[in-house]
């Protein structure tokens, strides 16, 4: 993947049909960030990769963004975390009002199930 970094500091645990991690790899992208995509099987529980039961032994849900080895868990917090790391091209807006608004809409998305890509 093109952009900043050697794709080996950042991988991405998801699958491909999850809206909370396809978000994930949306904003690695819109930042060009290099990352890894780890695909995980999720039709037989017993098929989960070491990888996310190392990582997030505790819901074994994906996406997990892991940096530099330590992993942050849950798409929302994710987005938080790549925005506060790599400062290029932000995610939401500066003025306080404008990010309250994409937050609200983003919580709405998040409750209602709406895709949001």
């Known amino acids: 993947m093109g952009g900043q970094g050697n794709g ?3 991988k991405l645990l998801g699958t491909w049909f999850s809206r909370y991690a396809q978000r994930v790899v ?3 992208k819109l ?19 070491q990888l996310l039961l190392k990582y997030n032994p505790v819901m074994k849900t994906v996406p997990v963004l892991v940096h530099h080895g330590r992993p942050v868990l849950e798409s929302l917090i994710i ?18 009002y404008e990010r309250a608004m994409a937050r609200f ?5 998040d409750q209602k199930g709406i895709i949001s890509l």
């Open 31 to 49: 930042k060009g960030i290099d990352y890894e995509w780890v695909q995980q099987g999720f039709r037989d529980p017993k098929n989960r990769s």
């Open 8 to 10: 080996k500091e950042v």
């Open 79 to 96: 987005l938080e975390y790549i925005d506060e790391t790599w400062k290029n091209n932000p995610i939401l807006p500066s003025d306080p």
């Open 105 to 109: 809409w983003e919580n709405l998305i």
């Open 26 to 28: 949306w904003v690695l």
